[in-house]
């Protein structure tokens, strides 16, 4: 049966899939905060969740932050790093995500705030993982334990940034919106 999946699914597919199902996921998260917002053009917040999640989260969260990791920590243990890296991958992509949801509206401001609550979301995840941790669930003890611990950590980053970003642009935008008329 393992030799049979790994034919089916080769190491690298994830690789090679990942990046665009980011970029996707951003598309139609931006869609969705422009029909929420009511803010217009709707492609401007698509293209900004494209950037943040597509180039923010592989080229700058998976690459440099990645290698920023291993270089500053390099005798740590390795749930230490995974740990480290988890939310500092995921408080880099909501930061670049929430600079170009707000740059994408036109506001210096907004983009400042929504980087910084983007960044902060991290928190959520810093939670889950030593949460996790604590109970037994370390990365790199085997059994699939990073993708136990990955998962809830990103999910509860998502859930939270998601909902600040959202909530943070519709007011933004809203003000905006009143300033003008």
Not at 115 to 126: I, K, M, Q, T
Not at 141 to 149: F, I, Y
Not at 153 to 162: I, S
Request: include cysteine.
């Amino acid at each position: 049966m393992g030799d049979t999946l790994s034919r089916l699914l080769p190491a690298q597919t994830l690789e090679t899939w990942w990046p665009p199902i980011l970029v996707a996921g951003g598309i139609v998260w931006g869609w969705w905060l422009g029909r929420i917002s009511g803010y217009r053009p709707r492609w401007r917040l698509m293209a900004a969740g494209a950037f943040g999640l597509g180039p923010g989260a592989s080229w700058l969260g998976m690459g440099v932050v990645h290698q920023r990791v291993g270089q500053t920590w390099p005798a740590s243990p390795p749930h230490v790093k995974a740990a480290v890296l988890i939310v500092s991958v995921v408080g880099v992509t909501a930061a670049v995500t929430g600079i170009a949801l707000g740059l994408a509206v036109g506001s210096l401001r907004a983009a400042a705030t929504l980087g910084l609550a983007g960044a902060l979301c991290a928190l959520p995840a810093a939670m889950v993982v030593w949460g996790l941790d604590l109970i037994g669930l370390r990365i790199g003890t085997g059994n699939a334990v990073m993708a136990k611990v990955t998962a809830p950590a990103t999910l509860a980053a998502a859930l939270c940034g998601g909902t600040v970003m959202g909530l943070l642009l519709t007011r933004f935008i809203a003000r905006m919106t009143n300033s003008h008329q």
